[in-house]
Structures are given as structure tokens and as C-alpha cells.
């Protein structure tokens, strides 16, 4: 699926993000190896862009389902969709934590601190101002005296989205 301009926005302030919050680990890591406090070398490299390919697999898979979702009427089946994204990402992430920690190929802090970047990155833009969620409603219903019965169409984190 195609991402749209707006979704497809999002994603590569992210992807800036996480690759910078990379490149800032790696150079923590470097400069602590020239002091003898943490290994330098292929496996903290190897980690830190696969950890950083799994986090931007994890929020394209955000972007890809949000999408989705706001075409689809039924909310028990947005409901159904959301859960079952949400848990198919949590066990990638799972995934690729244990073989960050099992395989000698990467360094298991270098492989698990970037799942954190693209929420890092969040953060920043909140703080500094340069992103706002914008809000998503749909149409209301007949009952539109009722302030209860409009619902966004964006599930809320109570509903099974990322906490």
C-alpha cells in the first residue's frame, strides 16, 4: 500500500530522526571505546542500522494501518484490525530483540536502543513545536445534539494502540 502525502510526510521526519539518533549512538560509542568503557566495531554498526530498519518498519506498519482504519465504517472490525497490527508488530520488535541479544553479530544495546528512536523523535518534534497531531472525526450521526456519540476515527490508545 501507498503511503499518502501526509502519512508519507510523517514517516521520513521520522526515518531523519531515527537515522540521527543513530549516527548520535554510534558516536557515543565510539568515544566511550576510546576510553575503554564499550566496544566499537561491526556488531555495534550492524546493530544500530538493523535496530534502526526493524523501529522504521514498526512506524511504516503505524502509518500503513492508520490509513486503513480511517476508511473503514465498522468499528468493531477497526477495532479487530488495530489489535491485531498492534500485536504483529509488537512480535517483530519482540523478535528482533532476542536475536539482537542471542546473535554475535550485533551488540544486544546497539540492536534494542534504536526501537526507542522513533519515539524519541516524537518527543522532540512535540517539544520544539513542530508537530501537532491532527485531529480526525468522522461525520456525525444522527444523533448529533449528543456530544457522546461523535467518536474520532482514530481508535484511542485504550483501544489497543500503541502505548
Same mark, same amino acid.
Given at each position: ?8 510526510? #510523517? ?6 530522526? +531515527? ?22 566495531? &561491526? ?33 468493531? *472490525?477497526?477495532?479487530?484490525?488495530? *489489535? ?9 520488535? &519482540? ?32 517539544? +520544539?513545536?513542530?508537530? +501537532?497531531? &491532527? ?6 450521526? #444522527? ?7 461523535? +467518536? ?6 485504550? #483501544?489497543?494502540? #500503541?502505548?
Amino acid at each position: 500500500m501507498k503511503l499518502r502525502p501526509e502519512s508519507k510526510k #510523517e514517516f521520513v521526519r521520522i526515518a531523519g530522526g +531515527t537515522s540521527l539518533c543513530c549516527a548520535a549512538m554510534w558516536v557515543i560509542f565510539a568515544a566511550l571505546h576510546l576510553v575503554n568503557l564499550a566496544p566499537f566495531g &561491526a556488531p555495534v554498526l550492524l546493530g544500530g542500522a538493523v535496530g534502526s530498519a526493524v523501529a522504521l518498519a514498526n512506524f511504516y506498519g503505524i502509518c500503513i494501518m492508520v490509513q486503513e482504519l480511517l476508511d473503514e465504517p465498522d468499528e468493531a *472490525r477497526r477495532k479487530m484490525i488495530l *489489535r491485531i497490527s498492534y500485536n504483529s508488530r509488537l512480535l517483530l520488535q &519482540a523478535v528482533w530483540v532476542i536475536v539482537a541479544i542471542a546473535a554475535p553479530w550485533f551488540h544486544f544495546l546497539a540492536g534494542t536502543l534504536p526501537l526507542l528512536f522513533p519515539r524519541i523523535t516524537i518527543y522532540y518534534l512535540q517539544i +520544539t513545536g513542530r508537530y +501537532t497531531p &491532527a485531529s480526525y472525526h468522522r461525520e456525525p450521526e #444522527e444523533n448529533a445534539d449528543d456530544p457522546e456519540e461523535e +467518536t474520532s476515527a482514530l481508535p484511542g490508545p485504550d #483501544e489497543g494502540g #500503541e502505548h
